[in-house]
DNA sequence: GGCAAGTGTCTTGATGTCGAGATATATCTC
DNA sequence: GAGATATATCTCGACATCAAGACACTTGCC
């Protein structure tokens, strides 16, 4: 079985014959994967109507688990965008009633968000989906080669904690 | 050893301990890798005095071969943008003087898109870096193991093409 | 040859994100 | 306990991208 990356390698491999592309095997399947897995994101979600951004920020609430409060700072540490950022994914989640936003009982600086009763409906359904969609993607490979993969993974992800 | 997944893993088995996790396992560790390494080549890249959109554009040149031209049509299908996007990008490369446009002899409607000298030498320069970083992620993991993950991966990928 | 449909590139307007700065409150140090 | 520093959130301007449409040229068909 051929992919996208055996030809890449080989196009650089003409022209670059001198560099050891070891690393592209690798790396270059890693980008392409997240790139269609995003694509396949989007799709599981679209049909629960959240976009990925909403399922971000509302996942990270619902894992916290009850109350499902935190703060607007953990949760952009959390999904790895600026306060900015933040500040308008929570405007928009709170109009769509999916958040609201309460201040911080211990921290009058401080704001707390947190899942309303719609909004944890719509991440549960929405990771149902999610994991059904990435399960199909999986179906080909045998549980023995995924956990394989998947340790594989984690040694390459852990240097990064 | 330890990651971030495994946290997430942990904390969602908390509150979801019905549902099936395996595939988390792998696609978030694939989509955690992506972004951590999309940090890694900007490193890289920025010592070289060029960004990460820059390599995309100017690699596809590079990788075509002599002449190292390409119209835009054929750049933003192998980068995975739009055409407002590519025009855009040629117009900043070509005021950087690392490509230059030229009517294509064989379409009246079209453009080439040339790598200059410059051009090539910065690709070249770059592409080198990048190796030697993905390298290093790399280091810790047997050649073996490496090319079982580059196996594991490519036939999770060859589906997509 | 001439018209219709197709192709290639560029333009334009909307949008989400980033980064820097502003404001308010908390915490630390002497 | 007062002043200085740190923290938490929000505001605002800049910018890269996308999507849709405009325009020019080419190709296919009668």
Redesign the interface.
Known sequence: ??????D?VE??G???GD?????????S??????????LARRDAFTAHGIESWEFDVLAAL????SPYELSPGKLLRQT?VTSGTMTNRVDRLTARGLVERLPDPKDRRGVLVRLTIEGKAAV?GA??AL?AA??D??A??PGK??T???G??????????
Chains 1, 2 share one sequence.
């Open positions: 079985m051929r992919d996208e990356v055996d890449l196009a650089w003409r022209e670059r560099l050891d592309l070891a690393p592209v095997e690798v790396f399947r890693i980008s392409r994967l997240a790139r269609h897995l995003d619902r894992r916290a688990g790895l549960d990771f149902e994991l990435e399960a993607l999986l080909d490979l080669q995924r394989q993969l998947a594989l993974l984690r040694s390459l992800l852990a240097p990064f904690s």
